[in-house]
């Protein structure tokens, strides 16, 4: 009977426990923020970074743009056509 308490314990031992942050664990315990890779590791410890993961960002010309980078709160709504996608690439 007392190995089914103890089982019964530590089913509830590990339910106290919450989410494991890099606060809780010890110095070199080191979460991350679940950022995806963009390379890999070699065997003699290198590292190479494929072209394929990295992120791109595709940003529009924007040199003759008339906005301004920080909006007033106090500023009209101006009403005007729904962008698309092919606005912003041209």
């Known amino acids: 009977m007392s190995g089914m308490f103890g089982v019964a314990t530590a089913m509830l031992r590990g339910a106290r426990r919450g ?7 010890n110095k070199n315990f080191y979460k ?6 963009t390379g890999y590791h070699t065997r003699k ?27 007033s709160l106090r500023a009209p709504l ?8 092919e606005m912003y690439l041209e």
């Open 78 to 85: 101006v009403k005007g056509k729904v962008p698309t996608p």
């Open 32 to 37: 991350g923020r679940g950022a995806s890779p």
């Open 45 to 71: 410890g290198g590292y190479v970074q494929d072209p394929f993961k990295r992120v791109e960002f595709v940003v529009p010309n924007l040199e003759n743009c008339e906005l301004k980078p920080y909006v």
């Open 19 to 25: 989410v494991m942050t890099s606060k809780r664990g």
